[in-house]
């Protein structure tokens, strides 16, 4: 049978309805698996992240708090406290104990070392990451008081290095198990802390 032309004018119309109707049906479910697939693949990132924060906020950290603090050392912390936590936690400070040179409100993180000076020192004294090179303490030249900075030194186990170095040189750091008193279990306590040049 022989389509006239008008026929196959309203055939072909009729065809390209029907493509526009299908192919819009077609990205229509496209766009929408394509939003699910984001929606879905945007809320596990988002789970995950959340899931990485509880994590870290209830992840415990250790801080080294030493100088005008009332109980000196290694103090553990949970992940997010601050310097104020840390100072509380190791007894509250002594009256000579010069806080405006300290930043309570700083954030603490794993491994910091956070030093309490007294009144009128002098010095840079700063809450920082014990890696740092400058915060270290050089047991070859370093003076009574700033050996009482470390972890568990007192005046008379500081003096005992210094009367050590009279006669001997710290050529490595593990030289300090030499001085009295200090074993290995208090050298590994003091090892993060200290330099001898």
Do not use: W
């Not at 077609?26 to 945007?42: G, K, L, P």
């Not at 209830?58 to 100088?67: E, Q, R, S, T």
């Not at 936590?85 to 491994?111: C, F, M, P, Q, T």
Request: charged share 30%.
């Amino acid at each position: 049978m022989k389509l006239s032309n008008k026929e196959k004018l309203i055939v072909f119309l009729i065809m390209i309805v029907v493509l526009i109707f299908f192919g819009s049906k077609y990205i229509s479910i496209n766009n929408r698996a394509e939003n699910n697939f984001t929606e879905i693949t945007s809320n596990k990132i988002n789970s995950n992240l959340n899931e990485e924060l509880q994590i870290e906020e209830n992840k415990d950290i250790y801080v080294h708090i030493c100088g005008r603090v009332k109980n000196p050392g290694l103090i553990k912390l949970s992940s997010g406290s601050r310097v104020i936590d840390a100072v509380e936690l190791s007894g509250g400070i002594y009256e000579d104990a010069d806080l405006d040179r300290i930043n309570l409100a700083k954030k603490l993180k794993d491994e910091d070392r956070i030093y309490i000076p007294v009144i009128g020192e002098e010095g840079s004294i700063v809450s920082s990451d014990k890696s740092n090179d400058g915060d270290l303490i050089n047991i070859n030249t370093s003076s009574i008081d700033d050996l009482q900075k470390l972890p568990g030194i007192g005046p008379k186990m500081a003096e005992n290095i210094i009367e050590y170095r009279k006669n001997n040189s710290f050529d490595k750091i593990d030289d300090l198990k030499k001085v009295s008193g200090i074993g290995d279990k208090k050298y590994s306590e003091l090892e993060k802390f200290i330099c001898t040049n």
